[in-house]
């Protein structure tokens, strides 16, 4: 089945510096998700991506789906203690008897240090 | 509105009891999907519905996972006999049309004893 690998698993940072997830697939998707779960929280959505080479911001996310449609990246500028959490990457099955199913990356938690 | 809706928020149990879990998804939603949270795995989907028919069951561990959805709002994830191993975070999550956002709910933390 599809597969989502995304890096690093942990990342620990001062505050105000910047930090940068990755997501990687063998095969072309069709869009990317991500999502933000917060300690204790649930996932929750931040945006979406389809078009190859699409780069979208959100204030000091930055948010990257590459010219072959098989990766992306998440990067946040300048780090504040509201960024901590557990970032994930996901992204649809387009076709199949699965179409719709959702396949997660297994997430970077990101700890910031005041 | 209110959002996901999952019951109970906690459970905690003993090896072999059966364990309900309960997930009322946002109006006008038509998928509804059952994912388990744990360090080791990440997030999982066990199983997913569209218009209350299963899609897809592949994720579901063994024959001791069942789902149902009886209505349009309302959903149980049952396990029967539960095993310590079962012990994780379950997250109902909703979307109303495929390939679209998904809408999780609160989570039930199972612990198994």
């Known amino acids: 089945g599809q597969q989502v690998m995304q890096i690093p698993q942990y990342q620990h940072v001062q505050e105000g510096e910047d930090f940068t997830t990755y997501c990687n697939s063998s095969t072309t998707l069709s869009n990317i998700q991500w999502y933000k779960q917060r300690p204790g929280g649930h996932p929750v959505f931040l945006i979406q991506?389809?078009?190859?080479?699409e780069v979208k911001k959100q204030k000091r996310l930055t948010f990257q789906f590459g010219e072959a449609k098989k990766n992306s990246s998440l990067h946040i500028t300048a780090t504040q203690t509201t960024d901590v959490g557990t970032y994930f990457c996901a992204a649809h099955n387009a076709g199949g008897t699965s179409y719709g199913k959702l396949t997660f990356g297994q997430g970077t938690i990101l700890t910031v240090h005041p | 509105d209110a959002g996901v809706i999952q019951s109970p928020r906690h459970e905690v149990t003993e090896m072999g009891q059966e364990v309900t879990l309960r997930c009322k998804p946002i109006?006008?939603?038509?998928?509804l999907f059952w994912y388990r949270q744990t360090m080791m795995r990440g997030l999982e989907l066990l199983i997913y519905f569209n218009n209350n028919v299963p899609i897809d069951d592949s994720g579901m561990p063994e024959d001791r996972f069942s789902a149902k959805m009886p209505n349009a709002s309302f959903s149980t994830l049952k396990i029967q006999p539960s095993e310590p191993r079962d012990s994780a975070v379950y997250f109902c999550?909703?979307?109303?049309?495929?390939?679209?956002?998904?809408?999780f709910g609160p989570g039930t933390r199972l612990t198994v004893l």
């Open positions: 991506l389809v078009k190859s080479g």
């Open positions: 109006s006008g939603h038509d998928y």
């Open positions: 999550a909703s979307t109303p049309r495929v390939l679209n956002t998904q809408y």
